[in-house]
């Protein structure tokens, strides 16, 4: 996530990032925060709003790359019971009969009969014919590549969610300091 202005970094600033996205750091001190970064509060405001949408952006393609993991593993995990099943009536004089979708909405049936071989969609409208063995062993490796990707996303979405957090709360802080020291500046003007 690169962003288009960002505040100057301390030498003693460590960021952090998880697969290239930034890190919010937690503000104890504002007026120390403000000091150490050189800007007002307007200033810094606007930047950990741009912050935050950054982030948003950022968790809404996380979260269609997560939707469509949940919907490919199940797919993959259909794929490898027919494949099974194919395998298991092999040897067997026993015929498979089964339905299978021609277009949306429009099924045939079929009689499958000693299948030595099975034809899966690589994408791209590219079909490929694969040994039995050759196709169990392809959508094991992908599902197995699936499901550690979906543990990454759902680990880079908690990090995520545990950023946003940290700049609303820096927001809230910068905000609320503001609103005492104008409150404080009022009441000793007031006083004077």
């Not at 996205?21 to 970064?37: C, R």
């Not at 949306?104 to 071989?117: M, P, Q, V």
Request: charged share 25%.
């Amino acid at each position: 996530m690169a962003t288009s202005s960002s505040p100057p970094q301390s030498d003693t600033e460590v960021v952090a990032e998880r697969r290239g996205i930034p890190a919010a750091s937690f503000v104890k001190d504002v007026q120390a925060y403000l000091d150490q970064l050189g800007l007002d509060v307007n200033s810094t405001l606007a930047f950990q709003q741009e912050r935050l949408q950054q982030y948003k952006i950022v968790e809404m393609k996380l979260l269609a790359q997560q939707r469509d993991l949940q919907a490919k593993i199940p797919d993959i995990e259909k794929c490898l019971d027919v494949v099974a099943t194919l395998q298991a009536k092999k040897g067997t004089d026993e015929a498979l009969l089964t339905d299978f979708e021609v277009s949306e909405g429009i099924y045939s049936r079929a009689r499958i009969e000693n299948a030595d071989s099975v034809c899966l969609w690589l994408g791209a409208n590219v079909m490929l014919e694969y040994s039995c063995e050759e196709a169990t062993s392809l959508l094991q490796k992908n599902l197995e590549n699936a499901k550690a990707s979906l543990e990454v996303l759902v680990a880079d979405l908690q990090f995520l969610r545990d950023q946003v957090t940290i700049t609303q709360v820096t927001i809230a802080r910068v905000y609320n300091w503001d609103v005492h020291q104008r409150r404080v500046r009022q009441a000793s003007s007031s006083q004077d």
